[in-house]
């Protein structure tokens, strides 16, 4: 293969059909380079004047008129539908509440008790903590269900039988950046009479998402990852038509109620989705979120999550290129269709790598024991990044 150059990546940014959408955030510090998309995203330069305005305006003028004025009570429903089409779900189907490890626990429930006769819940080892933990706690509480984990989501096919209530795993692995087949496990959950949940926090936003086409049942996810709406950003969660007027709400709260300026003493569950609300939306970081979902609607979505799939391909051939194999392993599967948002690569000293990584302005994180990751939002950033990226964990390395 052809040597690449930096000619080469700032020829590809010159040519890259959706450049525009980086003005869209703030801009990094002079020199810095950012890859925690995978944790926090950039924030939209919207963001600090619609801050401002739901302060002084909101919270200081108009007060308890806010909710209907300012739309803060219809914000769950709302921001839901500004966010389907980021993940490939329909009208109606997707609110933005609570957390991520909150809605877990919804789902896990619902899920459960639509499957009474079946007693377990699968998962993998490798799914993020407070997945299993929020799912185990739920499983405990309904009394005779328990979690199953699977040390590698390919064992599934022979894990599934007629005791498997729900498939609930996470659609990217946080550590490996490997992305699972959604469509595909769909068919064998389905296949075994089981619901499927999937946790979507390290791939709204960052790869092309389809729960429709997919045949997903239900879903979370994360609001302050790639979908940028701030630090502890509102979550959302997801139920397929199939089980919207079905799933009973878990906690019931005068959110989810048919009809909430009732103020009845007996709880009727609203239609569809908007049952699974709770509580008053957390209306700041609502605010926040929403800036960043404004922008998400004027995204090509096509070309972005091209985009993001071919910069992290970039980005692992000139480490290939430009690094010493026997100091970084590539960690993420090399097919784009099963990787998520993040580059991981296994190096012998990780936190160290990424100390000096930050010395020299490039902000990452590490995860235990050995794994430094580069979260990669396809909304602003640039082939060029990947170059100078690669210059910086070189020196790196060596230490
Ligand atoms: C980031 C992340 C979470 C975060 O949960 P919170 O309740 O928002 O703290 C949950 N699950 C996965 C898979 C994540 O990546």
Aim: net charge neutral.
């Amino acid at each position: 293969m052809k040597r690449l150059t930096r000619a080469d990546c700032a020829r590809l940014d010159a040519g890259d059909p959706v450049a525009s959408l980086r003005s869209r955030f703030e801009p990094p510090a002079d020199g810095w380079l950012y890859f925690d998309a995978n944790s926090v995203g950039a924030m939209p330069v919207t963001a600090p004047a619609r801050m401002e305005r739901a302060l002084r305006h909101g919270w200081s003028e108009l007060r308890r008129r806010g909710y209907q004025q300012d739309g803060w009570i219809e914000s769950p429903a709302r921001l839901g539908d500004k966010l389907a089409p980021v993940i490939g779900a329909g009208a109606n189907s997707t609110v933005v509440c609570d957390s991520t490890s909150v809605n877990i626990f919804k789902l896990i429930v619902g899920a459960a008790r639509l499957r009474p006769d079946r007693n377990v819940v699968i998962s993998d080892a490798g799914n993020f903590p407070t997945d299993l933990y929020a799912a185990e706690s739920a499983l405990d509480l309904l009394g005779g269900k328990h979690l199953r984990l699977l040390e590698s989501v390919d064992d599934l096919g022979s894990a599934l039988d007629a005791d498997t209530a729900v498939v609930f795993l996470s659609h990217v692995d946080f550590r490996t950046g490997r992305r699972h087949d959604m469509a595909a496990i769909n068919r064998l959950t389905r296949a075994a009479g089981a619901v499927s949940c999937w946790d979507l926090s390290h791939s709204a936003g960052a790869v092309k998402v389809d729960l429709e086409a997919s045949g997903t049942d239900l879903a979370v996810g994360c609001g302050y990852k790639y979908l940028c709406g701030g630090p502890g950003a509102p979550a959302f969660l997801y139920v397929s038509e199939r089980y919207r007027q079905q799933m009973p709400s878990t906690i019931a709260g005068w959110q989810g109620h048919g009809d909430r300026m009732a103020f009845s003493t007996s709880y009727a569950p609203a239609a569809g989705v908007r049952r699974h609300l709770v509580g008053t939306p957390s209306v700041l970081g609502m605010v926040a979120l929403e800036c960043a979902l404004d922008v998400w609607q004027q995204a090509d979505l096509g070309p972005l999550f091209e985009k993001g799939d071919r910069i992290r391909s970039l980005l692992i051939d000139l480490i290939d290129q430009e690094c010493d194999p026997a100091a970084a392993r590539i960690v993420s599967p090399r097919e784009s269709e099963s990787r998520g948002g993040h580059v991981a690569i296994a190096v012998a000293d990780a936190p160290g790598t990424s100390k000096r990584l930050e010395e020299s302005r490039v902000v990452c994180t590490s995860r235990k024991p050995d794994i430094v990751r580069f979260g990669i939002s396809p909304l602003y950033a640039r082939y060029t990044d990947m170059w100078d990226l690669v210059e910086r964990l070189n020196k790196a390395l060596i230490g």
